[in-house]
Structure formats: structure tokens, C-alpha cells
């Protein structure tokens, strides 16, 4: 046994002797040795040099360039990491600079590119195209054109450049005048541009070339950390649950990335991919259940397990201006964290549309931590589609999502949704069930509708497959949350808790919630409290900070509530298995949002532990 630890504490030394730090910059030359004093000039060279425990620090500047790092290290504590130097501003950009612009007419520009500027990919010959994607009945490039930085809106006809007209029903009306067209033949790409006033020629203009900022060409790199970087202006694709999913920057496939505190933006399709691997029977599910499964079992030989696949974090990254997701994955985020991202500006052209879209969505998030998020403007705030087991989502944000904050979809639990705001219209859209809601701020309407698709579960912990069920919704927990009124009914969508009134769903037990303002009751709750006030909940961006207004009632304070734990949530009905951590230890639900503990005797309802009487104002970002 001694001899095996001093080998074991021979090889660390070693590995720790020989792990090197490279560097980058743009005075480098890739023939360089990578050293501060002779950086190299791409990352990409230091991607195909660096080892295991390496560490590469990137230099102040703008790097035009997909990193496709060829492997990645060994384990968390050996792992390859690629970081942007403290304090400089490091740019991967997926763009190229396009000038000699020639006028058209009026504010209208034409550029002609040789095909062989493109190289073996080019994105304005690429259509964007998967399963469940639906283009609004035209075509989509993956391509894109940029002015001083801003996205301009691709138009399928050329008369649109020409004469465009503002979409009024849009996030960005003015912004939806600035336009563009292209065509090719076999020797040239054609781009007209409406530049509205603006001399391209005088300007900064850039066009997505490369699918991809940063992402592995090939599956199992594994370890590696991405920190400090602005990664932009990526040419990706339509990212299904059934296909390879490339992001502006994704794992591909791998275990163990740790992406943190970057700028993440202007991907034609999905910012962070935390995806599937691809196959020969990429997009062949013919938008069905059935054929989902089947990509399950295909996942299965292709080694998805917790040995293989995810335990990845994503950590304090803003995201934004992405127009399919902000962060997805499709069996690839298994035991993740996902945790403190800025999430926001998702969707907001909205000319093409699909069911894989919002700013956080997980195909089977088994064992995931979804911790601390600010969702913002996504269309649809968080979605968790398919094997939400064992998944915990707790202290996050969602506000200003026109489709719905949360949409949980075909799961059968158990899950746990717990100190979250969830503040738009609609606040829950449910069509799963095995879940346990605690301690949440609803201030929109729950929608409910049962399942006829088999959908599967799981082994505890695991990926390993149980069985697979029609989802029947019910068997929820709704305990000491707030639940807010004067949201309109409609389309079978309820203001609190009324929608489950149907008995043919599992049995939904409820205790301890609070119904403000016409909010409704679960019918034959023991312990609740039902006010005809309006706490005026009012959201506001002051100062790069969110701050949440509203009115509270010191008679919340005096429902009779309970501290909630592991053994109080019971089991979900189709797995048979606990609410716990995803440690397997039971969960005891005794901090609010901002992480303050709540009293061990009667925790006060909703998000926040004993807030003040009357008016309250308080940032909650």
C-alpha cells in the first residue's frame, strides 16, 4: 500500500512539473515556441501543442478563428485550460471583415466574394434545417451580416432589401430595417445589404464564415476549462435533440468542461451546446416520440453514462442575441451545473421558430443543478423536455419571456423547482409530472396538459432506462409558494392552482401557499391563505441591475407553514423514487433566494424569508 502511494504521489509531482503554460498574442508567430516572450499567434496552434494540465493564456486582441482543441485532459485536476489573459480583452470572433462594398440604389449595397474566400464551408449556400425546426415558410442561411457590430435581418426575396418594412411586432422594429439578401452561383456569393444611410465602406462590417467559435471536430475531449473569452458571430446550425449539436462554443459529446465567464453572442442558432453526438441518423426522427427514443438507444451504445458524458459546469457567462438557444443540450447535460449565467435577448427576430428554442434547454437533465440564472427576453425562459430526474432548479430569475418562464414537458420526476421568480404571463406550462414546487414566486398563469407520447425514466442516479410511460400530470407538490392573480384565463391556463382540479390526473397535494389577487386555491387544501390584495409586482432594470417592486402582506407571515425535506415530498409515483440531492442525501429546503435561512419553525412563503411589510424593493440581479 506505501509503495503504491508514493507512486501515485511520484506521478502528481510529475504531471505537475511537466504541465507548461503557453501563450498567445497578436505579435506572435505560430512557429514560436509559445512562450511569454515568443507567444504564438493563433489558438489553434496552441490547441494542437497543449497536454494535459497545460494552460494556455490568450492575449489582448480579435483571434478570426474556430478552436478545435484535439484533446482535452485527463480529469478535473488535470485538465487543458484556455483563458483570456487578467484584464485584456480577448475576442473569437466566427466573422471575417468584408469591405470593397459597391452601391446598389438608395441605402442598398452589393459585395461580390469569390466561393474560395469560403473555403469547404460556406454559409450562404447553407440552409438552416433539422428536426422540429420550422422556417415560417421560407429559407434561412446560416450566414450573417453585421454592421458596427449588429446583427442586420436576412430577407429571402431581394425586393425586401430594397424596400423594407419595419417588423412593428418585433423586440427591434427600427433595427428590423436594416437588411440583407444573398445568392451564389458557382463561382461567386452575392450580398446585398441595406444599410440604411451607413457607407459599409466606411464602417465595420462583418459576415459569419465558421460554424463555430470553439468546438472539438470529434467526440470524448474531455476536461478542458474556456474562461474570460467575448466568443461572437458564429455561422451554426439548427440544433435538434436528434443531431450533433454544434454551438458557437459546445462539448461535443465530452465530460467534464468547465465554460465560465465569458461573453457569448450573435450565434445564428445556440450560444452553448452541451449536445449529442452525430451519427448517420442525424435528423431522421420524423418529429416523433418514437424516434427520440430510438436516438436514446443509439446515446446508449455511444457510451451515455456518468463515466462518459456531462458533469459539466457553466458558470457566470452572459449570453444574448442568439435566435434558437442561449445554452442546450440533448442528452450531453447530464449531471451539469448550470449555474449564475445572464441569459437574455433570445429569440427576438423570431423569423424562423421550432420546438428546441429558449434560453436554457435540456433534453435529459438526470442529476442537473440549474442554479442561480437570470433568463430575460428568451421567448420561452427555461425548458426542460424529457428525463427530468433528479434535476433541481433553484434561485432563478425569469421575467419579459413572451411564451412561458418554465416548460417542463414529459417528464415523470422527481424534480425539484424550488425559490425560483418565475414573473411572465405565463409562469408554468406542466405537462409532466413527479414534481415538487417549494417556496416559488408564480406571478402568471399554470398551464396543465396531460400526455399520450411514451416517454422514459430512469435507474436512480443513472442513465440506465426503467421503463416508459404516458405522462398523466399530477403527482406535484405544491408547497409554501406564492401564487399571484389578474393574468386573463384562457386556453386552459389558471391562475394558481385550480388546473389540477381534474381527477383524472395523479393525486397533487398541496399546504402552507399563499393566493393573492383572484389567484385559486387547490381544491381541499389543508393549510392556505387566500388575500384579495395586489402585491403590484413591478420588474426594473436600473443601473445594470435588476431590482423586483412589490407590496407584501404581514399577514403571509402568520401561515402556518413547515420546513420542507426529502421525507415530507414522499416519492414520485412512475420511478418510485425519492425527492433527494443528486448525492443521493436527502434535501432539506431551509434557504430562500438569496441563499438567507429560513426559520426552522413556519419559513415564510414564497421566494424570500420575512421580507418587510408594505413596499419592498430589493435587487434580485
Not at 32 to 55: C, H, M, R, W, Y
Not at 166 to 189: H, I, L, Q, V
Amino acid at each position: 500500500m506505501k509503495r503504491l502511494q508514493f507512486l501515485l504521489i511520484t506521478l502528481l509531482i510529475s504531471s505537475t512539473l511537466s504541465a507548461k503554460e503557453y501563450h498567445v498574442a497578436k505579435t506572435g508567430k505560430d512557429s514560436n515556441l509559445g512562450t511569454a516572450e515568443k507567444p504564438f499567434l493563433s489558438i489553434q496552434a496552441t490547441a494542437d501543442v497543449a497536454q494535459p494540465g497545460d494552460v494556455i493564456t490568450v492575449h489582448e486582441g480579435i483571434y478570426r478563428e474556430w478552436v478545435k482543441p484535439p484533446r482535452g485532459g485527463n480529469s478535473h485536476a488535470e485538465r487543458i485550460v484556455f483563458q483570456a489573459a487578467e484584464g485584456e480583452k480577448v475576442e473569437i470572433k466566427g466573422s471575417e471583415i468584408i469591405t470593397g462594398w459597391e452601391k446598389l440604389t438608395g441605402t442598398v449595397w452589393r459585395v461580390s466574394i469569390p466561393n474560395s474566400f469560403f473555403g469547404e464551408y460556406n454559409p450562404y449556400k447553407d440552409l438552416i434545417h433539422g428536426d422540429w425546426f420550422n422556417p415560417l415558410g421560407r429559407i434561412h442561411h446560416t450566414g450573417e451580416v453585421y454592421l458596427n457590430g449588429k446583427s442586420l435581418w436576412e430577407m429571402a426575396l431581394l425586393e425586401d432589401v430594397l424596400h423594407p418594412k419595419p417588423k412593428t411586432d418585433r423586440f427591434d422594429p427600427e433595427g428590423s430595417t436594416y437588411t440583407w439578401f444573398c445568392e451564389s452561383n458557382d463561382e461567386n456569393t452575392f450580398i446585398y445589404a441595406n444599410f440604411q444611410g451607413a457607407n459599409p465602406n466606411n464602417e465595420l462590417v462583418e459576415i459569419n464564415v465558421r460554424k463555430s467559435c470553439f468546438y472539438p471536430e470529434k467526440t470524448g475531449v474531455n476536461f478542458i476549462t474556456v474562461s474570460g473569452f467575448r466568443m461572437s458571430q458564429a455561422a451554426t446550425q439548427w440544433a435538434p435533440p436528434t443531431a450533433e449539436q454544434i454551438g458557437l462554443i459546445g462539448t461535443n459529446w465530452s465530460k467534464g468542461w468547465i465554460i465560465e465567464n465569458n461573453s457569448i453572442s450573435d450565434s445564428k442558432c445556440s450560444g452553448i451546446t452541451l449536445g449529442k453526438h452525430g451519427d448517420e441518423f442525424d435528423n431522421t426522427s420524423e418529429n416523433s416520440a418514437e424516434g427520440y427514443v430510438e436516438t436514446i438507444h443509439r446515446a446508449i451504445k455511444k457510451g451515455w453514462s456518468k463515466e462518459n458524458i456531462g458533469s459539466h459546469i457553466v458558470r457566470n457567462n452572459t449570453i444574448f442575441n442568439c435566435e434558437q438557444t442561449g445554452i442546450c443540450g440533448s442528452l450531453g447535460a447530464i449531471f451539469s451545473t448550470i449555474e449564475n449565467n445572464n441569459i437574455y435577448n433570445i429569440w427576438t427576430k423570431r423569423q424562423f421558430t421550432g420546438a428546441e428554442m429558449g434560453g436554457i434547454k435540456i433534453h435529459a437533465s438526470i442529476d442537473m443543478l440549474i442554479k442561480n440564472n437570470r433568463l430575460a427576453n428568451c421567448g420561452r425562459g427555461l425548458w426542460l423536455d424529457w428525463m427530468a430526474q433528479g434535476t433541481r432548479v433553484t434561485g432563478n430569475l425569469l421575467y419579459n419571456n413572451t411564451t412561458d418562464d418554465l416548460f417542463m414537458e414529459v417528464n415523470h420526476g422527481p424534480f425539484i423547482i424550488e425559490n425560483n421568480l418565475f414573473l411572465s404571463e405565463l409562469s408554468l406550462r406542466d405537462w409532466s409530472e413527479g414534481g415538487a414546487y417549494v417556496h416559488n414566486l408564480f406571478a402568471g398563469n399554470i398551464e396543465v396538459r396531460p400526455q399520450s407520447r411514451l416517454t422514459p425514466y430512469h435507474l436512480p442516479h443513472s442513465t440506465e432506462l426503467a421503463g416508459l410511460k404516458e405522462t398523466r400530470c399530477g403527482d406535484n407538490r405544491f408547497f409554501n409558494n406564492i401564487f399571484v392573480g389578474g393574468v386573463p384565463e384562457n386556453q386552459g391556463r389558471f391562475s394558481g392552482l385550480n388546473g389540477y382540479a381534474n381527477t383524472e390526473f395523479f393525486p397533487v397535494f398541496a399546504n402552507g401557499n399563499v393566493y393573492l389577487n383572484g389567484a385559486q386555491p387547490f381544491p381541499g387544501e389543508g393549510i392556505f391563505l387566500e388575500l384579495e390584495a395586489n402585491p403590484k409586482i413591478n420588474v426594473l432594470n436600473e443601473a445594470g441591475k435588476v431590482t423586483l417592486r412589490f407590496d407584501f402582506d404581514k399577514k403571509i407571515n402568520n401561515l402556518k407553514t413547515s420546513t420542507i425535506t426529502t421525507k415530507m415530498l414522499g416519492k414520485a409515483i412512475v420511478p418510485n423514487l425519492p425527492f433527494e440531492n443528486r448525492d443521493g442525501k436527502p434535501v432539506k429546503i431551509d434557504s430562500d433566494y438569496f441563499g438567507t435561512k429560513r426559520k426552522t419553525g413556519n419559513p415564510t412563503a414564497g421566494a424570500f424569508e420575512n421580507p418587510g411589510k408594505g413596499e419592498n424593493r430589493m435587487v434580485v440581479w
